[in-house]
């Protein structure tokens, strides 16, 4: 074996490693994962607000604080139908504007008995496309509560590992 060869292979390889960080950066890859989603900022705002008025901070955690707005955003992008994401924009945008209209601003600057009084005329709506939005957002606003990684460890006491082995005891045969 060459050792100049080698040498020279393993300076150009420690080289490549100690810039690849540099590299990585320049190029746009970074080690946050990041979702792309089709709900404009004021859908965003709106989505949060009303994952809010259904779990909402108090003294513990709320449904904001594990994220579950973004988890809705997600779901919704990548498991749902192109019908029921346009039914959630559609009902999204018509939430607005039926605040806007009767308290002259957005449901994200409601108060909470305001959010919950708008949020009780969709779940007992008539229109059938009301209250599925309704229906939809609330089941997952709470399964996505439930099954973050932060309530299922401090609130629920789920353990990755479940049970724990006990070696040696005395079994009464």
Known sequence: MDRRKAIKHLAIVSGALITLPQWMVSCGVSDTITHHTSFSIA???????????????????????????????????????????????TQLNGLEESVKTTHKK??????????????LKLSNSSIKEE?????????????????SQKVMQEYLGYKIAPGHYYGCIDVKA
């Open 43 to 89: 859908e965003q705002k709106i989505l949060a607000s009303i994952t809010d008025a259904i779990i909402p901070a108090g003294n513990n955690i709320g449904a904001l604080s594990v994220e579950v707005d973004k988890f809705l955003q997600k779901l919704i992008d990548d498991c749902y139908e192109k019908v029921v994401r346009d039914n959630v924009k």
């Open 106 to 119: 957005s449901f994200a600057d409601c108060t909470q008995s305001q959010k919950e009084e708008f949020l």
């Open 131 to 147: 209250k599925d939005f309704f229906n939809l957002v609330k089941s997952e606003t709470i399964r996505g509560f439930n099954t």
